[in-house]
Structure formats: structure tokens, C-alpha cells
């Protein structure tokens, strides 16, 4: 806003020609050395120069005071004016900010949701990539089949369901389609040399089978004879042996005899030990559980007693540990804040659950 009164901004009242004079008079001017009438000429000049200089110092001092009075005065209403304005525009400021805030999050948001959406289809993408990696030698051609039945029973690759990742979609697809049909071709070929290897082997087998029924045969026929001879000779040796089985008998029921009265003194002599050993050791039996049930009771009573004496401080740990678990976190606007103090407060709970199992064993 303009004030009725102003400072006339006005040029130095200086005559040019005057200016022209001086340069016209000195600018070309020398001192020949020992020339004393150039000299004051020189000084002379200069006094000239410094003459209009001062005059207009003056003139500009004059000038500048009113103008800083009023830089002063001009100061003072912009500070006025900034004052009244000041707490309504602090106010817009922070309407303006909420609005703002509220904006971000919905920007925010819909980052969030683009990566979310993003991550679901790279996930989609990179499942339907490691399907053939998933296929192992113990795989068997009939689970290899219902995986590329899967394949092709596959969620339709399209542009509604990859969006812009549809052609790297279709590509892994491809592939990896054609890398179980690949895998697929060379388990039906491997199981089909299998099975022609498996008929060969039965073909081979039943030749041998028939070969050694054939040598099994002509075996038994030699047998049959080595019979006829083994049986005529086995009849002349049993005789022999019947006299000679009898003479042995006769000396057999005599050792025998004699091995059982040993064996009747040795099992009695056993018996005795045996009977003192079983003693022995029954009555070092009752002394170890005399011993140990002595044990147990001095320390069952050391244990009582340390208990007894630990219930003040297990009664102050139980106190401390459900303190701990029932503090309640402050409320904290800053979401980074916030993450701190809900992880302290959880590592504080974890602790009150370590003094109340330690408290059990007081």
C-alpha cells in the first residue's frame, strides 16, 4: 500500500559539461620530471575533483537519512502486518498439512498395494518356474504325468491374470512346459527300455530254467544209481557197525556213568557257592539301601530346608516377574518409536515368563 507521501528519487544535480571540462582539461596531463608549473597544475586538478566529490557526499548523506527513516518506518508495518496474519496462516498451515498427511497415506497405500500385487504374480511366475526342478529321479511317471497335466490345467496366462508381466509369464510357461514334457518323454523311454530289458531277462531266465530242469534230470538219473550202489554198501557196513555200535555202547554207559556222578558233585559244589554268593551279596544289598535311603532322606531335609529358606525370595520373584507382566507400554504417535517400545515391552514379558518358570524350581 503507497502513502500519499514519498521520497522523490532524483539524480545528482551535476552539469556534464563540466565533467567533459575536467576530462578535457587533466586527462591528458604529465609531470615532466622537475616541471613544478605541471605539478600544480596536477594538484590543482585534483583539489577541482575533490571539491565536486565532497559536495556530493553531502548530498547523499542528506538523501540517505530520510530514506533509512523510511526503511525504519516501512519495516515496522511489514512486522505489524506479518503479526495479524501470522496465526491464521499457522492454522491453514496445519489444516493444509492434515490434508496432506491423509493424502500420503493413500499414496502410501496404493504403493503398498502395487507391491503386494506385484510380489502375488512374481510369486505365481516363479512357482510355475520351479516346477521342473521339483521332478527327482524317485519321481514316478505316473506323478510326472499329473504334474503336466497340472501345467496344462494351469490358471490361464493372460493379461488379466499376469498384467504387465504376461509375456515373461508366458515364456516361463512355455518353458517350463516344455521341460516337463521333456522330462516326461525321457521317464516313458527310459521305463519302456526297462520293460523291454525286464522281458529279455524273463526270455534268458526261462532258457536257464529249462537248461538246468534238463541237467536237474539226467543229475537225478546218476543219483538214482549212486543210490543202488550206496544202499549195498551201506548194508555191509551196518553190520559191521552193529557189532562195533555195541561194543561202544557198553563203553559209552560206562563214561556216562561216570560224567554224571562228576556232574552230580559239581552241581552240588555249584549249589553251596552259589547259595554263599546269593548270601553275600543280600546282605551287601541291605547295607547299599540302608546306606542310600539315608541318602535320600538328609537330602530330602536339605532340600525342605533350602526351600524353606528360598520362599521369601521365590515370593519376591513371583511379585517382580508379574509386575513386569502387567506394564503397560505408553502411547507413541511415531510409528518407528512405536516399533521399539512394543518390541522392549515383549522382551520385559518374556523376562517376567523366565522369573516365574525360575521362581517354580525355588
Not at 211 to 220: F, V, W
Not at 238 to 252: P, T, V
Not at 269 to 290: H, L, N, P, S, T
Amino acid at each position: 500500500m503507497k502513502t500519499n507521501t514519498e521520497t522523490s528519487l532524483v539524480p545528482y544535480d551535476l552539469d556534464t559539461a563540466i565533467v567533459e571540462r575536467l576530462k578535457t582539461k587533466y586527462m591528458d596531463i604529465v609531470i615532466p620530471p622537475g616541471d613544478t608549473n605541471a605539478l600544480e597544475m596536477v594538484k590543482g586538478g585534483q583539489s577541482e575533483c575533490r571539491k565536486i566529490r565532497l559536495a556530493c557526499d553531502e548530498w547523499h548523506k542528506d538523501r540517505k537519512a530520510d530514506i533509512l527513516k523510511a526503511g525504519r518506518h516501512y519495516d515496522a508495518e511489514k512486522n505489524r502486518v506479518h503479526a495479524l496474519l501470522e496465526p491464521i496462516e499457522s492454522h491453514l498451515k496445519a489444516v493444509r498439512k492434515k490434508e496432506d498427511d491423509r493424502l500420503e497415506e493413500i499414496r502410501q497405500e496404493k504403493i503398498r498395494q502395487e507391491e503386494e500385487r506385484v510380489a502375488k504374480i512374481r510369486a505365481k511366475i516363479e512357482n510355475m518356474k520351479a516346477i521342473p526342478s521339483r521332478i527327482t529321479p524317485l519321481t514316478t511317471l505316473s506323478e510326472i504325468k499329473e504334474v503336466y497335466q497340472a501345467l496344462l490345467d494351469w490358471e490361464a496366462v493372460s493379461e488379466k491374470n499376469y498384467n504387465e508381466f504376461v509375456h515373461e509369464a508366458m515364456a516361463v510357461y512355455n518353458d517350463t512346459l516344455s521341460a516337463v514334457e521333456k522330462i516326461k518323454g525321457a521317464r516313458e523311454q527310459w521305463e519302456t527300455e526297462q520293460a523291454a530289458a525286464k522281458a529279455e531277462s524273463e526270455r534268458l531266465e526261462k532258457i536257464r530254467q529249462e537248461q538246468e530242469a534238463e541237467a536237474n534230470r539226467l543229475a537225478d538219473l546218476r543219483n538214482a544209481e549212486e543210490e543202488k550202489n550206496r544202499i549195498e554198501r551201506e548194508s555191509i557196513e551196518a553190520e559191521k557197525q552193529k557189532i562195533k555200535d555195541q561194543l561202544d555202547k557198553i563203553e559209552r554207559e560206562k563214561r556216562e556213568a561216570e560224567i554224571r556222578e562228576k556232574a552230580r558233585k559239581d552241581a552240588l559244589k555249584e549249589a553251596e557257592d552259589k547259595a554263599e554268593k546269593e548270601k553275600k551279596e543280600q546282605i551287601e544289598k541291605e547295607k547299599r539301601e540302608a546306606a542310600d535311603a539315608e541318602k535320600k532322606r538328609i537330602k530330602a531335609e536339605k532340600e525342605k530346608a533350602r526351600k524353606e529358606a528360598l520362599k521369601p525370595d521365590k515370593k519376591k520373584l513371583i511379585e517382580y516377574a508379574t509386575f513386569l507382566q502387567t506394564i503397560i507400554p505408553p502411547e507413541i504417535k511415531d510409528e518407528e518409536v512405536k516399533g521399539y517400545v512394543r518390541i522392549a515391552t515383549f522382551e520385559v514379558y518374556e523376562i517376567g515368563d523366565r522369573l516365574l518358570e525360575k521362581a517354580k524350581e525355588l
